[in-house]
């Protein structure tokens, strides 16, 4: 597994390293300004209620790279990938994607940055009245006007990559819950996105549907480069994929910097939860 962390390690980067549990405390206030990073959370503050679950956390994500959120429960790792696709809004703090803080922009244009992103839920997110070819066209037929011989060559190659040109005709309800996330998988790549986000790909799969899972994660981010983000709490998934690692604990970042540092870390609660320990700071609360 560690062998697999550093090949991926040597893989270009078009942004310098985190400089392993630094980089992330981001504290010049030069908004608007990408700074090498298509990705940046600056100072996010977010409560539900009186439930604080965004305390001041502040991330450049790598531009080419893979990078895994890691945390606890309940920690606000969907809360953040909502923030960064613009479906929440801070109440304090920027989210800046392309150097663009996308609360200070016109609805139009964050739609337009929108279309930017790819993302996978975790169900897949299909339409169960689509069949999954129709599913994975879908983003095509709304966002483009593209004639459907077109429409099909993209449709056909990125349903090939992810194995499931049998299943074109099948309905999601038909489907396994892996060949649903590779479904899903297809439709966030159709547009092309210079991001993927991943909410917790692994959850409701088996370890080896989960591995074969980061194997086409890593293949497919491989062939199309693109900066991905996969959030998760399965140490193993993340040992595998992960070119950067974040650990969020209460709404904050506990460490982020290369995966073999954040698996070297000396802090308490990193080296915890990597380990999957009982005894530490992280307790059933
Ligand atoms: N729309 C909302 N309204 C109220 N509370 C919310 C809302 N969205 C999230 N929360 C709360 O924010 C906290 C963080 O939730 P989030 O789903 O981001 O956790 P997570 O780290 O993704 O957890 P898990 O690993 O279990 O999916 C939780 O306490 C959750 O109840």
Redesign the pocket.
């Known amino acids: 597994m560690m062998e697999k962390i550093f090949a991926r390690g040597e893989r270009p980067v078009t942004a310098p390293a985190p400089d392993g549990g630094h980089r992330h405390r981001a504290d010049n206030g030069s908004h608007g300004d990408a700074d090498g990073h298509s990705m940046q959370v600056r100072n996010l503050h977010?409560a539900?209620?009186d439930?604080a679950?965004m305390k001041g956390l502040s991330l450049d994500f790598v531009d080419e790279a893979i990078t895994t959120i890691l945390?606890?429960?309940?920690?606000?790792?969907?809360?953040?990938?909502?923030h960064l696709v613009g479906l929440?809004e801070p109440d304090q703090g920027e989210v800046l994607v392309f150097g663009r803080n996308i609360w200070g922009i016109s609805e139009n244009e964050r739609y337009e940055i929108r279309k930017k992103f790819g993302v996978l839920f975790?169900d897949g997110a299909l339409f169960g009245s689509m069949n999954i070819y129709d599913n994975v066209a879908f983003p095509l037929r709304k966002h483009t006007d593209r004639a459907e011989d077109e429409i099909e060559h993209t449709v056909m190659s990125h349903i090939k990559e992810v194995g499931l040109e049998e299943a074109i005709d099948k309905y999601p309800g038909e489907l396994s819950g892996g060949m649903r996330k590779r479904a899903g998988f297809a439709r966030a790549l159709v547009m092309k996105p210079q991001i993927v986000l991943f909410?917790?790909p692994d959850?409701g799969l088996d370890p080896v549907r989960t591995s074969l899972l980061c194997d086409l994660i890593l293949d497919i981010h491989r062939e199309h480069g693109g900066t991905y983000l996969v959030?998760?709490?399965d140490i193993e998934s993340a040992k595998k994929v992960s070119d950067y690692i974040g650990v969020?604990w209460k709404g904050n970042v506990v460490h982020y910097g290369d995966a073999s540092s954040a698996f070297g870390s000396d802090d308490p609660f990193v080296r915890q939860f990597l380990s999957g320990a009982s005894a530490g700071p992280l307790g059933m609360d």
């Not at 945390?71 to 809360?79: C, L, N, Y």
């Open positions: 977010k539900f209620g439930s679950v945390g606890p429960s309940g920690t606000g790792k969907s809360v953040l990938i909502k929440l975790q909410d917790e959850s959030v998760t709490h969020l």
